[in-house]
């Protein structure tokens, strides 16, 4: 699947900071999945005609929150996640990162026209879909 990350210049929100929203509500969708690589930071900030150095601040955050893998001489991949669903039951600091995703998730279904009935339905389709084989 071809990822697909933009950069809106005129948000007022720092151009890695979007870079990051957009990763974690892709792994949080299911969009980008444990062990998925991703693009390099030449490649992507070539694509998103950025500095390299944005992609890298981003991937770094990434990378510190636990949500992506550097693996020696290989790319950057999304990092494992516990095989259980409750993994995070109590985690103070997994529930922020979460809200923190989901936020920008209700932000796109604002911008999107979606109401909130509609966006929580597609979200609980969403998760569904990911318990299918």
């Given at each position: 699947?071809?990822?697909?990350?933009?950069?809106?210049?005129?948000?007022?929100?720092?151009?890695?900071?979007?870079?990051?929203?957009?990763?974690?509500?892709?792994?949080?969708?299911?969009?980008?999945?444990?062990g998925e690589?991703?693009?390099s930071t030449?490649?992507?900030?070539?694509?998103?005609?950025?500095?390299?150095?944005?992609?890298?601040?981003?991937?770094?955050?990434?990378?510190?929150?636990?949500?992506?893998?550097?693996?020696?001489?290989?790319?950057?991949?999304?990092?494992?996640?516990?095989?259980?669903?409750?993994?995070?039951?109590?985690?103070?600091?997994?529930?922020?990162?979460?809200?923190?995703?989901?936020?920008?998730?209700?932000?796109?279904?604002?911008?999107?026209?979606?109401?909130?009935?509609?966006?929580?339905?597609?979200?609980?389709?969403?998760?569904?879909?990911?318990?299918?084989?």
């Open positions: 699947m071809p990822l697909l990350f933009t950069l809106d210049r005129h948000n007022g929100v720092p151009a890695y900071r979007q870079l990051i929203d957009q990763i974690q509500v892709g792994i949080a969708s299911g969009l980008l999945e444990a690589e991703l693009p030449r490649a992507l900030s070539r694509e998103l005609a950025t500095n390299p150095m944005t992609v890298s601040k981003a991937y770094n955050q990434l990378e510190h929150d636990g949500l992506l893998e550097r693996r020696p001489g290989r790319p950057l991949v999304v990092a494992r996640t516990p095989a259980t669903t409750d993994a995070a039951e109590g985690d103070a600091a997994a529930e922020a990162e979460f809200k923190k995703a989901a936020r920008t998730l209700a932000e796109l279904a604002r911008t999107l026209g979606f109401s909130p009935t509609r966006a929580k339905r597609l979200l609980g389709e969403t998760l569904s879909d990911l318990d299918t084989p």
